[in-house]
């Protein structure tokens, strides 16, 4: 979604590394390439204005000045502001104190509350909670339909008492204020401690729709109401964040489609303009592609520093702990790491989500922008294949695997020969490097390692002397024999121990001294 914006300030900031000390055209020069990077991110004109006015104030003030690497200040600096457009803080939901928490889902058609009602009823489940969603969107055809499926996905029960209409010709019928008002009576009934209202929106702003969601409102007196918006729809986005404010009266603002192509612009207008929070965001179209939307975090993406707190938290979720411990106690005991540990590993990566949205989170990524975008995720499917076309044997002695064996697996996998060769290439590079892990050393490239003994060190062998002269190494290699020779001890012609040997230290059975002799 920012890829735009984000190459823009990165490459602005590109121009500051170095410099001792930054003149005013120089902080005037790097403002104005700011004010058209957000610009072009379709931003708000208010907010680019006042954005750009307070990065200026402060970056020709004291803190810019004294401080010992300008460039690195003005990065700060734009940090700090795109966190305070973006919200400030993270918000959480206001839970009533007498449940049901009533949640009012308003927004234009189209912009994903249906399936947005899926995911946070999904991941209030999986916080502990009850939710129920329940239909008010009787005039979208198959709405009513959508939402059922979306709670079955979810696993979250639905009121719908009516089934809406099947069809744009067909005229809607019942009433949704009377369905929101059953609804929240029905969680009542069932101890239900969360409701989440799915209303009806419209491709435009109008009069209807603005009194039917005011009627819901005043209906069910919810304790948050989500505008939800798309983030792909640009400078709109304001005008309709702010047309629902003023005619609904909204909590919070949702994000949806952050996985787009578009440039981003809404996300970094609605929360300034508005005044509301955004809360949550929608990267995807998986039930589990939902995020509490963090603005310090978002702020660190948009500058390319990366989200590895976003990144450890999916981890944690996702992750298998009982196959973390084992994994932790095979390479502890310096067992070797094989394509069955292989498979599993890379099926835990896999349940974190897309293989493009964690190489982004991650901070200083050698990974351009252009390398990521053309990562192919499918590579991730061939690979299970060809280790899944070995056998078991194989797997555990990748060594084994001949001509004649790799072209077994690349038939079974569907891939060409000289693909195999390559996966266990890389894989002996990765057991390499389990193994000097395991044993203490340092990856090369890696800063911090523990690297092993240095050759010719106190304690390391020392390697022989080499010589180009034949009759020299030949003379060494004598004298050296000869130190051999010197040095073993005295005994019988294999080597018996030495002349004050005592056989009673062997621990011998009783009567057995008289077959040793002295």
Known sequence: MFNSLSDRLTSTFKNLRGKGRL???????????????LLDADVAVPVVRAFVAQVKERALGEEVSASLNPGQQIVKIVNEELVGILGGETRRLNLAKNP??????????????????????KHLKAQGHTPLLVACDLQRPNA?????????????????????????????????VAVARDGVAEARTKLHDVVIVDTAGRLGIDAEMMAQAADIRAAVNPDEVLFVIDA????????????????????????TKLDGDARGGAALSVASVTGKPVMYASTGENLDDFEIFHPDRMASRILDMGDILTLIEQAEQNW?????????????????????????????????????????????SQISRQQLEQFDESQMDRIEAIV?????????????????RRARIAKGSGVHVSE??????????????????????????????????KKGAKGGKKKPAKFGNPAKAAQLAAAE????????????AFGAGPKDFDPSELNLPKGFEKFLGK
């Open 23 to 37: 003149s005013e055209a120089d902080i005037d020069g790097t403002v104005r390439e700011i004010r058209r990077a």
């Open 100 to 121: 049901p928490t009533v949640i009012m889902l308003a927004g234009l058609q189209g912009a994903g509350k249906t399936t947005l009602a899926g995911k946070l009823a």
């Open 144 to 176: 009513v339909k959508q939402l059922q499926v979306n709670g079955e996905r979810a696993g979250v029960p639905v009121y719908a008492p009516h089934p809406g209409v099947s069809s744009e010709f067909e005229s809607a019928t019942g009433d949704p």
């Open 232 to 255: 792909m729809i640009g400078q709109d986005a304001v005008n309709t964040a702010q047309a629902f404010n003023d005619g609904v009266g909204v909590t919070g603002v949702v994000l």
């Open 320 to 364: 298998d702990k009982g196959e973390a411990e084992r994994m932790a106690k095979k390479f502890a005991d310096r067992e070797d790491f094989t394509l069955d540990d292989f498979l599993a590993q890379m099926a835990q990566i896999r349940k974190m989500g897309s293989m493009k949205k964690i190489l982004g989170m991650m901070p200083g």
């Open 388 to 404: 899944r076309s070995m056998t078991p044997h194989e797997r555990v002695a990748p060594k084994i695997i001949n001509g004649s």
């Open 420 to 453: 195999v060769n390559s996966m266990l290439e890389r894989f002996g590079e990765a057991q390499k490097m389990m193994k000097k892990l395991a044993s203490g050393g340092a990856i090369p490239g890696m800063p911090g390692g523990r690297g092993g003994a």
């Open 481 to 492: 024999a000869n130190k051999a020779k010197a040095k073993a001890p005295a005994g019988a």
